[in-house]
């Protein structure tokens, strides 16, 4: 899809001082209709899901889940006109992306892996189990995390609700853009983890809200979603390594 065709981008929803307000400057009462959109097809969509993890279809659900989260994330823009963020397919801002997205790796990639090894050496197991591959399935599994998981989850719960969130913000005044943006972060993460757990069915899930807070805020950080796919991907595949050499 080419997302240069959009019109709005990252940049116009994130509410910033230079700009306060997303309507040309001007305050507007907020978007009832589309926060109702955005909590109607939040929840649609993630029990969409869940009941295809308990169906006699799951065994295709590798494919099915990743189609309605991007389904539902583009049906209601599609439907209303058409506007989605943009991804940021650009040598400038593929560069900052990139260097961003190093250091965030090498910050809390470390920090994880040490968690993990000290919960393993005081007798604890893994707080999430991930379902390791076998031999040359590897590859495949790799592909899967990049190419449908982390794509689907993150134009969903970023370049869909936060976007959302975001967009809601055309009433704030300057002080509070900052404040607005966390609140699209928390909020995006928390939505991530609710669902994790409803899909997953196991409480534990709920620590799916920290790495989710990191990917609100490559979206913001870099605004484009390619950032938050590739840490999304990345962090499924690392996590994963990490189990198997702790196992």
Not at 56 to 65: A, H, Q
Not at 105 to 111: E, G, H, K, R, T
């Amino acid at each position: 899809m080419n997302y240069s065709s959009w019109d709005i981008t990252v940049a116009d929803s994130v509410p910033t001082n230079e700009s306060a307000h997303l309507f040309n400057g001007r305050a507007k009462r907020p978007n009832i209709s589309l926060l109702v959109e955005t909590i109607v097809v939040t929840i649609a969509a993630i029990l969409a899901v869940r009941l295809l993890a308990t169906s006699d279809i799951s065994t295709i659900g590798w494919l099915v889940g990743p189609v309605i989260l991007v389904t539902a994330a583009f049906a209601p823009r599609i439907i209303k006109g058409g506007q989605f963020p943009k991804v940021g397919f650009n040598s400038k801002q593929i560069g900052f992306i990139l260097v961003t997205l190093f250091w965030t790796c090498l910050a809390i990639f470390p920090v994880v892996f040490i968690g993990l090894w000290l919960l393993r050496f005081w007798g604890f197991g893994l707080p999430l189990q991930p379902v390791l591959p076998q031999g040359h399935k590897w590859a495949c599994w790799v592909f899967y995390q990049f190419m449908y998981v982390a794509v689907a989850e993150e134009v969903f719960f970023r370049g869909y609700v936060q976007s959302n969130i975001l967009m809601l913000a055309g009433t704030v005044e300057h002080r509070w853009c900052r404040l607005w943006n966390w609140l699209s972060i928390v909020l995006s993460a928390a939505c991530f983890a609710v669902a994790h757990i409803i899909v997953q069915g196991q409480i534990i899930s709920v620590l799916t809200f920290l790495p989710g807070v990191v990917l609100g805020w490559l979206f913001i950080r870099t605004k484009s979603l390619l950032a938050p796919i590739l840490f999304h991907g990345l962090a499924n595949t690392c996590y994963c390594v990490m189990a198997a050499a702790l196992v």
